[in-house]
C-alpha cells in the first residue's frame, strides 16, 4: 500500500526567503506526482503536476522535481511572500486515474 | 475550465438527521468522482469512488449504509451522511476525473471547495 510522508509536518519563515518542502512515497511505481495547496477551511487548489518522465515542473515562483527511483519530490517556493502561508499537499495516484494517496502536508507560514 | 462546486458549503444539523451533500462538475463531464474527509489538521482521507450508473467503491472502514452515495449523472454526485452523528462533523470534499488528451491515458482529478458539517 502507498504511503505519503511529508516534512516538514509545519515550517516558519520571514518574507522572502527561499524554502524546500519535502515529500517522499513508498511504492515508486507512480504515473505522476501532484503538490497542492490549501487554505484553512478550503479546498484544494492544484499548484503542479509532474509526470513519472519527467524530472522536474515549473509554475512562476514554484518549483517541484521528482525522483521516482529514491521515493522523492521536493516542492522550492523561491522569494517566499505572506500569500504564500497554506498547508501544502502532495499526492500520488496509485494507478492512473484511480484513487490519490495523500500526504499529511507542511503547514507554511511566511511572516511579513 | 474544469471547475467542481460543492453544495452546501457549510451544514449544521442535529444529532439523528440526515445531510445530503452535492458535487457538480460545472463545465466537463466527470469519468469518475472521488469523496474524501478531512478532520482538522489531518490530511485528505478517500471515502469512495464513485461511478456514473454504478455502485460506489468504499474505502475499507468506511460504512456504506452511513454514507449513501449516489452518482445520477456524469455531472452530480451526491454524498448523503444518515443519522448524523457529532462525530461525524468534519470536512468533506469532492474530486471529479476527467481524462487528459495526448498518447499517454491519464485522469486528473479537480477538487470541489469542500463542505464543512457540523453535528450538534
Known amino acids: 500500500k502507498q504511503e505519503v510522508t511529508q516534512i516538514p509536518a509545519a515550517l516558519s519563515v520571514p518574507e522572502g526567503e527561499n524554502l524546500v518542502l519535502n515529500c517522499s512515497f513508498t511504492?515508486?511505481?507512480?504515473?505522476?506526482l501532484q503538490w497542492f495547496r490549501q487554505d484553512p477551511g478550503k479546498g484544494l487548489t492544484s499548484l503542479l503536476l509532474?509526470?513519472?518522465?519527467?524530472r522536474e515542473q515549473t509554475s512562476g515562483r514554484l518549483n517541484a522535481s521528482l525522483d521516482k527511483s529514491s521515493g522523492r519530490s521536493t516542492l522550492y517556493i523561491a522569494a517566499s511572500q505572506p500569500g504564500d502561508s497554506a498547508t501544502y499537499l502532495c499526492?500520488?495516484?496509485?494507478?492512473?486515474?484511480?484513487?490519490?494517496?495523500f500526504g499529511e502536508g507542511t503547514q507554511l507560514t511566511v511572516n511579513p | 475550465g474544469a471547475v467542481v462546486s460543492q453544495h452546501p458549503s457549510r451544514v449544521i444539523c442535529k444529532s439523528g438527521t440526515s445531510v445530503k451533500i452535492e458535487c457538480r462538475s460545472l463545465?466537463?463531464?466527470?469519468?469518475?468522482m472521488f469523496w474524501y474527509r478531512q478532520f482538522p489538521k489531518q490530511s485528505l482521507m478517500l471515502m469512495a469512488t464513485?461511478?456514473?450508473?454504478?455502485?460506489?467503491?468504499?474505502e475499507q472502514g468506511v460504512e456504506k449504509d452511513k454514507f449513501l452515495i449516489n452518482h445520477a449523472s456524469l455531472t452530480l454526485s451526491t454524498l448523503t451522511v444518515t443519522s448524523a452523528h457529532p462525530e461525524d462533523s468534519s470536512f468533506y470534499i469532492c474530486?471529479?476525473?476527467?481524462?487528459?488528451?495526448?498518447?499517454?491515458?491519464?485522469?486528473?482529478?479537480?477538487f470541489g471547495p469542500g463542505t464543512r458539517l457540523l453535528v450538534l
Open positions: 463545465d466537463f463531464q466527470a469519468t469518475t
Open positions: 511504492d515508486s511505481a507512480i504515473y505522476n
Open positions: 464513485s461511478n456514473e450508473g454504478s455502485k460506489a467503491t468504499y
Open positions: 474530486s471529479a476525473s476527467v481524462a487528459s488528451g495526448g498518447p499517454l491515458y491519464q485522469e486528473t482529478q479537480y
Open positions: 499526492a500520488v495516484p496509485e494507478t492512473s486515474g484511480s484513487r490519490l494517496t
Open positions: 509532474i509526470q513519472s518522465s519527467q
